[in-house]
């Protein structure tokens, strides 16, 4: 089984103070799920490491375990034609008032049919509108 993950899981697997229920427990679903993830996910995530440290939340030395216990899990990055990232995306972004980084994962479970696990408010409403399934609800997760 397929699910998108979006860089706030992925934030909260690697900053304690980020970690929640729902979290912990896809973390723990990718042992039978497969994780894709839009091009935009590697600079998001690392971009957000990167913050955590300049505001003294990590050091470059956590970073680094960080991202390297990211890139173990089966997750994988899918690339996608430039008419598809930009068309869907950008619709999307304007039909749901979401940023078109936010958009891409939406477009991007829509493209799979899959599940999308994301810690974001508007993201989740926005998949509820939109009938993409949430992943903790598929698994009777939080």
Avoid: H, K
């Amino acid at each position: 089984m397929v699910m998108v993950v979006d860089a706030s899981v992925a934030i909260a697997w690697c900053i304690e103070a980020e970690s929640t229920d729902v979290s912990v427990a896809m973390l723990d679903r990718l042992q039978d799920y497969e994780g894709v993830v839009p091009a935009i996910w590697p600079p998001e995530v690392a971009n957000a490491l990167l913050a955590a440290e300049r505001r003294g939340r990590l050091t470059p030395a956590l970073t680094e375990q960080a991202l390297q216990r990211l890139t173990d899990l089966p997750i994988a990055v899918v690339d996608r034609p430039l008419p598809d990232a930009f068309g869907m995306v950008l619709a999307l972004a304007r039909q749901e008032f979401l940023s078109a980084y936010d958009a891409s994962y939406l477009s991007l479970a829509m493209q799979q049919g899959c599940s999308l696990v994301t810690l974001d408010r508007r993201m989740r409403a926005a998949a509820e509108r939109l009938g993409i399934p949430l992943a903790e609800r598929d698994t009777g997760g939080a």
